[in-house]
């Protein structure tokens, strides 16, 4: 009699864990939808400063300029992107 109430109880466990594992959502790996840049270099002249980026995973490079006035500070910001071939 105790093996029949084990068996049942082992065959409700293993139905229990089948049907919480069918409501489980999938584990899905994210994508990282926001570019890494990396540093390149700098420059600078006068009263404008260039910076430059490199992303390596969609090979795109960024180009920012900036100019600044003496007396008002960051007078404009201009960045340009490219994808490399």
Do not use: E, H
């Amino acid at each position: 009699m105790k093996q029949a109430s084990f068996r049942f109880s082992g065959f409700a466990v293993a139905g229990a864990v089948a049907l919480a594992a069918a409501f489980l959502p999938l584990a899905r790996s994210q994508i990282q939808a926001t570019p890494s840049y990396t540093p390149i270099g700098v420059a600078a002249s006068g009263n404008s400063s260039m910076a430059w980026f490199y992303d390596p995973v969609s090979a795109r490079a960024l180009a920012c300029q900036a100019v600044v006035t003496q007396n008002a500070g960051l007078s404009s910001m201009k960045c340009v992107a490219a994808r490399l071939p």
